[in-house]
């Protein structure tokens, strides 16, 4: 039987497969769509928001956690911060170097580095 942890208002389970599983992925589609969008970075932080409320309220309808978990809903925002920046920052990175081949090239999967000799 699974142990309610009171930081989180639920399971380890529950967190494991709805939070970092499921809510992830859409932290990935989210990033990866603000920055195929050409948005702006800080962007992710209400869209983290709200799916953090999402999270939180599909754990409360389908796991009986906790609704009003003031540390779970935290850690879950920021933990889908973090997947989204990152998904962000390396769509950001593909689309630079995809869209300006002539000015920049891959440096690593997070960045882009100016072509030597073009100013």
Same mark, same amino acid.
């Not at 779970?72 to 390396?90: E, M, N, P």
């Not at 630079?96 to 073009?118: C, E, I, N, S």
């Given at each position: +039987?699974?142990? @309610? =942890?009171? =930081?989180?208002? #639920? ?6 497969? +709805? #939070? =970092?599983?499921? +809510? ?11 920055? $195929? /969008? !050409?948005?702006?970075?800080?962007? #992710? *932080?209400?869209? %983290?928001?709200?799916? /953090?409320?999402?999270?939180? @309220? ?7 956690? %906790?609704? !009003?978990? $003031?540390?779970?809903?935290? $850690?879950?925002?920021? @933990?889908?911060? *973090? ?8 769509? $950001?990175?593909?689309? +630079?170097?995809?869209?300006?081949? !002539? ?7 997070? /960045? !882009?580095?100016?072509?030597? /000799?073009?100013?």
């Amino acid at each position: +039987m699974s142990q @309610f =942890i009171p =930081i989180l208002g #639920t399971t380890a389970g529950v967190t494991l497969g +709805m #939070t =970092i599983i499921f +809510m992830s992925g859409c932290a990935l589609m989210m990033g990866r769509a603000l920055a $195929l /969008g !050409w948005r702006p970075v800080w962007q #992710t *932080i209400p869209y %983290a928001a709200l799916l /953090g409320v999402a999270d939180r @309220f599909l754990i409360y309808g389908m796991f009986d956690g %906790a609704l !009003w978990s $003031l540390s779970g809903y935290l $850690l879950d925002v920021d @933990f889908l911060l *973090i997947v989204a920046a990152l998904s962000y920052r390396a769509t $950001l990175a593909a689309r +630079m170097v995809a869209q300006y081949p !002539w000015l920049y090239r891959p440096d690593g999967p997070f /960045g !882009w580095r100016h072509v030597k /000799g073009v100013h």
